[in-house]
């Protein structure tokens, strides 16, 4: 019976992140600024689940795009100030991304920074925002880069 648990306990761990359940304390979708209107917002961020990253329309007026700088998480975990920092990949140095949820969709976005001999910390407070409440053209982006999400 032992023998059976370690076999199970060693395939549970080598199962690849992105298949592993990734424990956010936020919910799937597109986050953008909190003074920002869902219909109209070209840029935010997105978490599907196990990626984390932007998608957004650039160029002077929003025109062009779109991009998507998505990347698994290998790993969270809990720091000070109730925030979860997210891991990508094995890299694990001075800078960090951490997200804190503050209620029904609505979020406080943490990137702290090395510069020079300090951290950087700048915060943005994000909400969510329904699929169907975006624009076709937003909608289109989902699609695109994090179909998951896109619930009609």
């Known amino acids: 019976m032992r023998v059976?648990?370690?076999?199970?306990?060693?395939?549970?761990?080598?199962?690849?992140?992105?298949?592993?359940?990734?424990?956010m304390p936020i919910g799937k979708g597109l986050w953008t600024n909190d003074n920002q209107k869902c219909a109209t917002v070209r840029y935010?961020?997105?978490?599907?689940?196990?990626?984390?990253?932007?998608?957004?329309?650039?160029?002077?007026?929003?025109?062009?795009g779109p991009a998507a700088e998505l990347r698994p998480i290998t790993q969270t975990r809990t720091v000070e100030g109730g925030f979860t920092q997210m891991q990508f990949g094995d890299y694990d140095g001075a800078g960090y991304f951490r997200v804190k949820s503050q209620g029904a969709d609505r979020a406080l976005y943490r990137v702290g920074s090395p510069f020079r001999e300090e951290i950087q910390v700048s915060d943005e407070p994000l909400i969510r925002c329904d699929f169907k409440t975006l624009s076709p053209k937003m909608?289109?982006?989902?699609?695109r880069h994090a179909p998951g999400l896109a619930v009609r």
């Not at 059976?4 to 424990?23: D, G, H, N, R, Y």
């Not at 935010?44 to 062009?64: A, C, E």
């Not at 909608?139 to 699609?143: E, G, L, M, V």
């Open 4 to 23: 059976w648990i370690l076999a199970l306990a060693a395939i549970a761990s080598s199962v690849p992140a992105a298949a592993q359940t990734i424990s």
């Open 44 to 64: 935010g961020y997105v978490f599907d689940g196990t990626r984390w990253g932007s998608l957004y329309y650039y160029g002077p007026t929003g025109n062009l």
């Open 139 to 143: 909608q289109a982006a989902i699609r």
